[in-house]
């Protein structure tokens, strides 16, 4: 899975995949429910909720596993410490089922 660096402070999201040393940064933003930052993915997106004491991380993870199907959907989500940045990795511990629309 891959692993995320958030700062909260500069708005800025990257990320590095399994066995790379270099971290690429996600440049699409957008407004997400509640107030929270989002990004776009390139399979799925990632918003951050920013509380006094802590970061709540929300992922939704499209996986394409047929061609002819519909993508299988994944929810994440996680508390982080409120630090800048807070490098993070989503785990099968971190799994939501996803009540509701969208």
Do not use: C, H
Request: glycine content about 6%.
């Amino acid at each position: 899975m891959l692993k995320f660096k958030f700062d909260y402070q500069a708005n800025t999201l990257a990320f590095q995949s399994p066995g790379s040393e270099f971290w690429y940064e996600i440049t699409e933003t957008f407004v997400g429910n509640f107030g929270s930052q989002g990004f776009q993915l390139a399979d799925g997106w990632i918003t951050f909720n920013i509380y006094a004491n802590r970061i709540r991380a929300f992922f939704k993870q499209m996986e394409l596993t047929d061609p002819f199907r519909s993508s299988e959907v994944a929810y994440f989500r996680k508390d982080l410490p409120k630090q800048a940045p807070v490098i993070f990795t989503f785990s099968k511990v971190d799994r939501v089922e996803k009540i509701g629309s969208n």
